[in-house]
């Protein structure tokens, strides 16, 4: 007779197979993949992380649409340009849901010398938003800015981590467990607060006859919702969309500006060409605007490249199917997870001449004109394109187009080279450096 232990173990097999048969068996009607294992998938190939190189390699073997599966579940990845654009434009109404992460949702609920650029840069791009949100800037002494500060690069910095793959695939068990989770839970919890805390505020002193801000425009939709219709504007969305919106409008921005400064450390002869045109065509007094890029193509084609080559935000964000559609040929149910690789778009080596490269001639004619390049999807495609696209554009342009036309960047005394590889976080950063800002 079989010992209870061996019976367990004979059991424990018997549902591996039987998992390992059903996996085979819905493989069948997806595109192609590696094998997925039972209980984890394809998560020991991919070391428990999504790495855009990795996606671009298995594209060379599976095509330009294959899945791969966290667990049970199935995931379609969409890599180069041409795979990124047609799944997301083809049909944008059927791919526009958003996947809700368990770690998010779980948040949601409550759970002239060298000097580091990074902290002035995040402070400028982040008081731009807190003006439009907020209705205020934050002096650079602040307490609570600094707190938000923290906060933020704790999210951040988490978001890349083993730690935070391990909570998305097993939530169930992490939520029991220490670790690095638990800190960026507190992170998000001091946000927060601080969103609830200028909520009340506006609150006490009423929506004013001319709304001053972001929170002042939601909270007149409020009120208007409180005629007794179902309405999706409530404070708990309030505060939550505050969240986002600092997050999103802060980190992004500022990090494309800390790799900008840095390539143009790398690239002295780049920055100088910048500072040519922008003294030529600008000078030295006039107020930068928008606008004025359509004058400094070279400037313009600099820092679209800086865009392309940083690729802060490396792999897409998820997208789900909200009804059952077609992509690229593949028949795909309601509810499956697409997610687009923009790294591969960015580097595809049929859109761009030296892709691995920091070249702004991928967005210059022969006679030195901007031209805009189809595979540029740094803000992604379809109906889920970055909401604050035309803000960070604006941000981007005047910020490095006035800190170039201030300073010459250079390296502090002593150091010959600088790092151009990226620490994997939610966002890809650069290596922290120093940099000499000379004024000019």
């Known amino acids: 007779m079989l010992t209870i232990s061996q019976a367990l173990v004979a059991l424990i097999v018997f549902l591996l197979v039987m998992q390992f048969l059903n996996l085979q068996q819905a493989r069948k009607h997806l595109p192609p993949g ?55 434009t083809t049909h944008p109404e059927d791919v526009s849901g958003r996947l809700l992460s368990p770690f998010f949702k779980t948040m949601a609920q409550g759970k002239g010398k060298p000097l580091d650029p990074s902290f002035y ?43 935070y793959s391990l909570y998305e695939f097993f ?45 002042d425009f939601y909270l007149a939709e409020i009120e208007k919702a409180k005629d007794g219709t179902k309405s999706a504007y409530d404070e708990d969305n309030l505060a939550h969309s505050v969240i986002d919106l600092f997050l999103g409008g802060s980190e992004t921005t500022s990090t494309t500006l800390h790799w900008g400064l840095l390539y143009m450390v790398a690239y002295p002869d780049i920055q100088e060409k910048v500072q040519q ?43 789900i199917c909200v009804r059952n559609t077609e992509l690229l040929g593949f028949p795909l149910s309601k509810g499956t997870i697409v997610l687009p690789n923009i790294a591969s778009s960015l ?34 495609a379809g109906h889920r394109v970055c909401l604050g696209e035309h803000l960070a554009r604006t941000e981007l342009f005047i910020f490095f187009s006035n800190l170039l036309r201030a300073f010459t960047l250079r390296l502090a005394e002593g150091v010959k080279q600088v790092n151009i590889e990226p620490v994997f976080t939610s966002t890809l950063q650069p290596h922290p450096y120093r940099v000499c800002a000379i004024p000019r």
């Open 34 to 88: 590696p094998v997925p294992l039972p209980l984890v998938g394809n998560l020991l190939q991919l070391k428990f992380q999504f790495h855009r190189d990795l996606l671009m390699k298995l594209a060379k073997t599976h095509g330009d649409i294959f899945t791969l599966w966290f667990g049970r579940t199935p995931i379609i990845i969409l890599n180069g340009f041409h795979a990124v654009k047609d799944g997301l």
């Open 121 to 163: 840069l995040f402070h400028s791009i982040s008081n731009v938003i807190c003006a439009v949100v907020f209705g205020y800037r934050f002096p650079s002494e602040d307490e609570n800015f600094h707190k938000l500060l923290k906060a933020t690069e704790n999210i951040f910095r988490f978001g890349g981590s083993l730690g």
């Open 171 to 215: 939530p169930w068990i992490m939520d029991h467990l220490p670790g690095p989770h638990k800190k960026a839970f507190s992170s998000y919890e001091v946000l927060n607060c601080f969103a609830r805390e200028e909520i009340r505020k506006h609150l006490e002193r009423g929506t004013p006859d001319e709304p001053e801000d972001f929170i």
């Open 277 to 319: 045109e922008l003294d030529a065509v600008l000078g030295s007094s006039q107020l930068i605007c928008y606008e004025d890029r359509r004058k400094v193509s070279y400037t313009n084609a600099v820092i679209h490249e800086i865009q392309r080559f940083s690729n802060i935000i490396s792999v897409g964000m998820p997208r």
């Open 347 to 380: 580097y595809d080596p049929e859109q761009w001449k030296s892709p691995r490269q920091f070249n702004p001639g991928h967005f210059l004619d022969k006679d030195g004109n901007f031209v805009s390049q189809e595979a540029f999807l740094p803000f992604s």
